[in-house]
């Protein structure tokens, strides 16, 4: 009676089932993981341009608040996944809950790494990318970076 499995003499079969399983969990893993990426940024916001703009380090914790310009009211909207914070006050509590879920690295002390990532609309002014970078303090950020691009 001949068996699957090795144990004998003779070459090892190469399973190509248990390959395509585990191929395609990663697959759905990094899907899943550039989509929730994608949610975070807001399209509608045009960046202001740089030319000594860099490429972003995915690799620390971030927060990406939003800064959108209502033209009609000329006033900014801040927006962080998806909800609108109209006080700066809980837009910097919504920050520190933030900073506290990235966790704290070994021996307890603060993940240093996180930070704020700044998205501000071309047409808003200096005082409203201002006040959330304050937002981002008052939550204890001190790590803050701005979105650019170079090139329209």
């Given amino acids: 009676m001949a068996g699957g499995g090795g144990g004998g003499e003779g070459e090892p079969e190469f399973q ?3 390959m395509i399983d585990v191929l395609l969990v990663l697959l759905i893993f ?3 993981i550039t989509t929730t990426q ?3 940024v807001d399209q509608s916001i045009q960046l202001p341009l ?3 703009s860099i490429k972003r380090d995915t690799q620390r914790s971030e927060a990406i608040v939003n800064v959108l310009w209502n033209a009609q009211t000329k006033k900014p909207i801040y927006k962080m996944d998806d909800v609108i ?3 700066l006050a809980d837009l910097s509590k919504a920050l520190a809950e933030r900073r506290k879920a990235a966790g ?3 021996g307890g002390s603060p993940d240093l790494s ?3 990532v700044i998205r501000g609309d071309r047409a808003a002014n200096a005082m409203a990318v201002s006040r ?3 937002a981002a303090a008052e939550a204890g950020i001190s790590d803050i970076s701005f979105s650019t691009v170079n090139h329209d």
């Fill in 16 to 18: 190509i089932a248990p």
């Fill in 30 to 32: 990094f899907m899943s």
């Fill in 38 to 40: 994608v949610l975070k």
């Fill in 50 to 52: 740089s030319q000594n």
């Fill in 85 to 87: 914070y109209p006080e």
């Fill in 104 to 106: 704290t690295k070994v």
């Fill in 114 to 116: 996180f930070r704020a």
């Fill in 132 to 134: 959330a970078m304050e």
